[in-house]
C-alpha cells in the first residue's frame, strides 16, 4: 500500500491526527456512481458506519459532483458498479471524462488520500472493470491509496456482503484517526441516527403544482409532468398494443410515445422510462406505518448534513409523501440488508427483532427470503407489521425508484417525433406462488393510450459505420427492436443492399418492406417448430456471406438480446463461418481471436439483458 504522502502517521491519541497539506479534512467524501441502486446502498452504509463512529460523512453521486473539487479532498472513498460490457454506470461518465483528459498534470491528485470499493459479477468478462480503470487513473494522478481496493461480487455465495463487511471495516480503521471527532466507541449497529433529511412543511399555495395535483387515492396511471426527473422530457403514448398471439405464454407490446419536442436519435438510442408505483401500494405502505394523515402535507425536503446535496432521485421542490411513495422511492424492489437494519433500528417488538437480527447476520437468510422469491419491500413491511416506519427516516431507508431502460426500434427519421418500443412484459411466479409483474410492466399492462410518461434518450452503444461498409444485424426475440431502427437507417441511407438480419416474428410487415427494398433479411423460426431453427443456425448457413462481408470487406456485426448462450454461441458460429472449417481461410485458433479484436475494437457490438 503507497504511503500517504501528504498525510500525518495517526498517532495513539486519534483527536490529534491532522494532515500536513493544503487541506485539513474534516469530513470524509464518499462518490458514488450507481446504475440499479446497489453502489448507492454502499455508498450510504459507508456514509452511516462513519458517523456511526462519530465521524463526519458526505455522500454525493458522481454526477451531482464538480469534479474540480477532486484535488481538495483529503479523504475520499469511491464506490462505482460496472455494467455494460465493462462500462462505467452514466453517472461516472461525466467524472471519467474529465479524470481521462490529456495534459492533466501527473500530481494533480497528489492531496488526496482514498480507498475505492467496486461492484461487480464474476460471471462478466471484464469483472468491476470501471472501478479497476478508475483505481488505475487514480494512482496516475498522484491519488495516494490508504488501503487496498474491495471488489463485491453479486456471484459470491454470499453476495457483496462477503468482501464488504470486511473491507470496511479496513476501511474505518484507516480512514477514522484522520479525522476529527472523539475517541468515543462507535454506536452499535442498532442505534437510532439523526435523520439525514428534514421534511420541512410549506404552506399551500392554491396556485402552485402542487394543489392543482389530485392525487389523493387517485388511481390514475397520469403523471403529473411536474413531477418528470429533472431534466427528463415528457411524451404522450399513443398506442399500447399486444403484438403477441393472445394464447402465446408472453406479452409483448409495442407501445410508441409522441414526444412533446421533436427531438431526433441516432438509431441504436436507448429510451429511459421513469415508472411508478402503483396507488394501492403506495396506500398499503401509508396505512402499515400509520402515515395516512401525512401523506398529503406539502413539504421541501432539506439535507441536514453540511455540503451534502439532495440525492438525484429527490425532488428539490415542493412535494408531499404521497407523491415521494409514487414517483421517487421503491415499494417494489426486494429488500437489501440496510432495510433491514433500519427495521432493527425502529422495531420495539421482540419477536420481530430477534427475526431481523438473524437476516441482518446472515445473507443467506435474506436470499432465501427476499431475493430469490423477489419479495418486494411492501411484503416485507407486511410480515414485520409490528415494526414502523417514522416519517423522518423513510427517505433514508427506502431505494430510489430506478429508471428502466429500452432499446428503441424506430430511426427517428423514419418516424420523426416519436419512439417506438417493443417490450416484453415480465410475469414470474415465485416460490411464494403468486404471479408477479415487474414494475414497469404493471404500470404498461394496463397503461392507457394518452398517459403522460417521463422519458430520456441515452446515446447509442453500438453506431453504424459508414453507408460502404457491410453490416450484420442479429436480434432474437425483442433483440429485433434496436435492429429494426438500424435497418430503417440504412434504408434512408441506401445502404440496404445485402443485409442479414436474423429475426423472429415482430415487425413482420417491416422486414417484408426491407426485404423488398434490397435488405437481405432471414428469419429464424425457432418457435411453434418441432426443429428449431434459431439466429445461430443461419448464419452458419449463411458462412461464405459472412466471410465475404466480415473479413473481405471489414464489415460489423451487432447482437441484441437475451444474455443467456445466445449471445456467446452467435460469435461462435461466426467464428466458425470465417474459418476454414466454415466458408474461410483461418484456423479456428485464429478466426475465434480475429472475433474476439472485432469486439473489443468496436466492429462487433452486443448489448444483451
Ligand atoms: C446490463 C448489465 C451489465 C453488467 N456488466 C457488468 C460487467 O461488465 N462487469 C461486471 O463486473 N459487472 C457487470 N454487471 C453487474 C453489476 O455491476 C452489478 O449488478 C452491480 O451490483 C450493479 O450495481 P448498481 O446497482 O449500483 O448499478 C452488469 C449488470 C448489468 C445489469
Same mark, same amino acid.
Given at each position: ?116 470499493? &467496486? ?39 454470499? &453476495? ?156 428539490? &421542490? ?40 438473524? %437476516? ?23 410480515? %414485520? ?20 431502460? %429500452? ?71 425483442? &433483440? ?130
Amino acid at each position: 500500500m503507497a504511503t500517504p504522502g501528504a498525510l500525518r502517521a495517526p498517532s495513539p491519541t486519534p483527536s490529534a491526527h491532522s494532515i500536513v497539506s493544503a487541506v485539513e479534512p474534516q469530513h470524509v467524501l464518499v462518490l458514488y456512481a450507481s446504475e440499479t441502486g446497489n453502489a448507492q446502498d454502499i455508498a450510504e452504509r459507508i456514509a452511516r458506519a462513519f458517523r456511526a463512529a462519530h465521524r463526519r460523512a458526505v455522500c454525493v453521486s458522481m454526477d451531482e459532483y464538480d469534479v474540480v473539487d477532486l484535488p481538495h479532498e483529503p479523504l475520499l472513498i469511491l464506490v462505482t458498479s460496472t455494467h455494460g460490457r465493462g462500462d462505467p454506470p452514466p453517472a461516472m461518465r461525466g467524472l471519467w471524462g474529465k479524470l481521462i483528459r490529456k495534459g492533466l498534470p501527473e500530481d494533480i491528485l497528489d492531496d488526496v488520500h482514498y480507498a475505492l470499493f &467496486g461492484l461487480g459479477d464474476s460471471s462478466y468478462e471484464r469483472y468491476c472493470f470501471a472501478g479497476k480503470m478508475l483505481v488505475r487513473r487514480m494512482h496516475s494522478l498522484g491519488a495516494h491509496a490508504l488501503c487496498e481496493p474491495g471488489w463485491g461480487d453479486e456471484r459470491a455465495p454470499d &453476495g457483496v456482503e462477503q468482501t464488504f463487511v470486511p473491507w470496511l471495516k479496513q476501511a474505518l480503521d484507516t480512514f477514522v484517526p484522520y479525522l476529527p471527532g472523539p475517541s468515543a466507541p462507535a454506536l452499535p449497529w442498532n442505534a437510532l441516527p439523526d435523520p439525514i433529511y428534514a421534511l420541512d412543511p410549506v404552506p399551500a399555495d392554491p396556485a402552485d403544482d402542487l394543489a392543482k395535483l389530485s392525487l389523493n387515492g387517485s388511481s390514475s396511471s397520469q403523471v403529473p409532468d411536474v413531477y418528470a426527473p429533472k431534466g427528463w422530457k415528457m411524451a404522450t403514448l399513443t398506442k399500447n398494443e399486444r403484438v403477441t398471439a393472445s394464447g402465446w405464454f408472453q406479452d409483448v407490446r409495442e407501445l410508441d410515445l409522441e414526444l412533446d419536442g421533436h427531438e431526433s436519435y441516432p438509431p441504436g438510442s436507448v429510451c429511459a422510462i421513469h415508472p411508478r408505483c402503483s396507488a394501492e401500494e403506495v396506500d398499503t405502505f401509508l396505512e402499515m406505518n400509520d402515515l395516512q394523515a401525512e401523506a398529503d402535507r406539502p413539504i421541501v425536503i432539506r439535507s441536514t448534513i453540511p455540503d451534502q446535496p439532495l440525492p438525484p432521485h429527490l425532488p428539490r &421542490g415542493p412535494t408531499t409523501l404521497r407523491i415521494l411513495l409514487t414517483y421517487h422511492l421503491d415499494l417494489r424492489c426486494p429488500p437489501r440488508k440496510s432495510l433491514f437494519e433500519w427495521l432493527g433500528r425502529f422495531s420495539n417488538d421482540e419477536r420481530e427483532e430477534e427475526r431481523l437480527e438473524e %437476516f441482518i447476520a446472515d445473507p443467506d437468510e435474506i436470499h432465501d427470503y427476499a431475493t430469490r422469491p423477489k419479495r418486494t419491500i411492501v411484503e416485507t413491511l407486511a410480515d %414485520f407489521r409490528a415494526t414502523k416506519m417514522p416519517l423522518a427516516y423513510i427517505l433514508e431507508a427506502l431505494p430510489p425508484l430506478r429508471r428502466r431502460q %429500452f432499446s428503441i426500434a424506430s430511426d427517428s427519421d423514419a418516424h420523426p417525433g416519436e419512439i417506438q418500443l417493443l417490450v416484453a412484459l415480465v410475469e414470474y411466479k415465485t416460490n411464494l406462488s403468486i404471479p408477479r409483474r415487474g414494475l414497469c410492466s404493471s404500470w404498461f399492462s394496463t397503461m392507457p393510450e394518452g398517459t403522460r410518461i417521463p422519458y430520456e434518450i441515452l446515446p447509442p452503444t453500438l453506431e453504424l459505420p459508414d453507408k460502404g461498409t457491410p453490416v450484420i444485424l442479429v436480434g432474437p426475440g425483442t &433483440g429485433v427492436a434496436p435492429m429494426r431502427a438500424f435497418l430503417e437507417a440504412r434504408v434512408a441511407q441506401g445502404a440496404a443492399q445485402g443485409e442479414l438480419d436474423s429475426i423472429d416474428l415482430y415487425f413482420k410487415e417491416d422486414w417484408e418492406k426491407h426485404r423488398a427494398e434490397g435488405a437481405h433479411v432471414r428469419i429464424a423460426p425457432s418457435r411453434d417448430r418441432p426443429e428449431k431453427v434459431y439466429v445461430q443456425h443461419l448464419l452458419r448457413e449463411d458462412a461464405a456471406r459472412l466471410n465475404d462481408w466480415i473479413v473481405r470487406r471489414r464489415g460489423h456485426i451487432y447482437v441484441c438480446g437475451s444474455s443467456n448462450a445466445m449471445p456467446r454461441e452467435v460469435r461462435e458460429a461466426l467464428a466458425w463461418a470465417i474459418s476454414i472449417e466454415g466458408s474461410g481461410t483461418m484456423t479456428p485458433e485464429e478466426s475465434a481471436s480475429y472475433v474476439e479484436t472485432m469486439f473489443d475494437d468496436g466492429r462487433g457490438g452486443e448489448e444483451s439483458w
